[in-house]
């Protein structure tokens, strides 16, 4: 309750300007954390509308896949037709060669978007509501930590400067080494945490999600 109390406080003094802000973050991994909020919100939109367009139940295996399929359905319907109208009427070769052809797509269909599900879906889906939430958690944990830092660091530069005038040095002077102790730990918290892997992949995130778009590209054409 007291170190939440401490960093209300000294977020209260950073806004007004009476107290140093530090900031931990290089200047592009401040720009990347920007774009951070609409790269989730594009993937998240691009996942879902991308899942809707799926023919096939997600997630299924190929065969189950085929059977709900609409080409399936047409394909089974064309050729039990032909089975009743026999290989030696006219009609009868035609629907057989157009189930064997709607078949042949059904494979095909289910195939690119078993291709689509793993090279393109899965991503922007672990992008989206892994990655990112993940990275947001740690960054939010680290203005907390930084927080603590300078809250620290403020409390002890006021013992200090208060032990200057004190008469009672000694009791002072204890506070003062104690703040400056626990200064020292919260920036070696800072410091653990600023080069978490989840920070650093701030900058990569961008970099792994470009050949994304590629594979569905190329699956489309």
């Given at each position: 309750?007291?170190?939440?109390?401490?960093?209300?406080?000294?977020l209260a003094n950073q806004t007004v300007g009476r107290?140093?802000?530090?900031?931990?973050?290089?200047?592009?991994?401040?720009?990347?954390?920007?774009?951070?909020?609409?790269?989730?919100?594009?993937?998240h939109s691009t996942h879902k509308k991308l899942t809707a367009c799926l023919q096939g139940q997600q997630g299924a295996e190929a065969d189950k896949r085929s059977k709900k399929l609409p080409l399936t359905t047409l394909a089974q319907c064309l050729m039990e037709g032909s089975a009743i109208l026999g290989d030696?009427?006219?009609?009868?070769?035609?629907?057989?060669?157009?189930?064997?052809t709607e078949d042949k797509l059904a494979q095909e269909l289910i195939h690119f978007e078993l291709q689509v599900e793993r090279d393109v879906i899965e991503p922007l889906?672990?992008?989206?509501?892994?990655?990112i939430p993940n990275i947001q958690k740690q960054r939010k944990h680290l203005a907390k930590l930084v927080l603590d830092m300078d809250s620290s660091r403020t409390r002890w530069q006021q013992t200090s400067k208060s032990?200057?005038?004190?008469s009672s040095l000694q009791p002072a002077g204890a506070k003062a080494d104690a703040l400056r102790e626990e200064m020292e730990e919260a920036a070696?918290?800072?410091?653990?945490?600023?080069?978490?892997?989840?920070?650093?992949?701030?900058?990569?995130?961008?970099?792994?999600?470009?050949?994304t778009g590629g594979p569905f590209c190329s699956l489309e054409f």
């Open positions: 309750m007291k170190k939440q109390f401490n960093r209300m406080r000294q107290a140093e802000k530090t900031e931990v973050l290089s200047e592009d991994l401040l720009q990347v954390e920007k774009r951070l909020e609409l790269v989730k919100q594009v993937s030696d009427t006219l009609l009868g070769k035609m629907l057989k060669l157009c189930g064997e889906f672990l992008l989206a509501e892994v990655e032990s200057g005038l004190s070696n918290r800072v410091e653990i945490c600023r080069v978490s892997p989840h920070l650093f992949a701030l900058l990569y995130q961008d970099r792994q999600m470009s050949p």
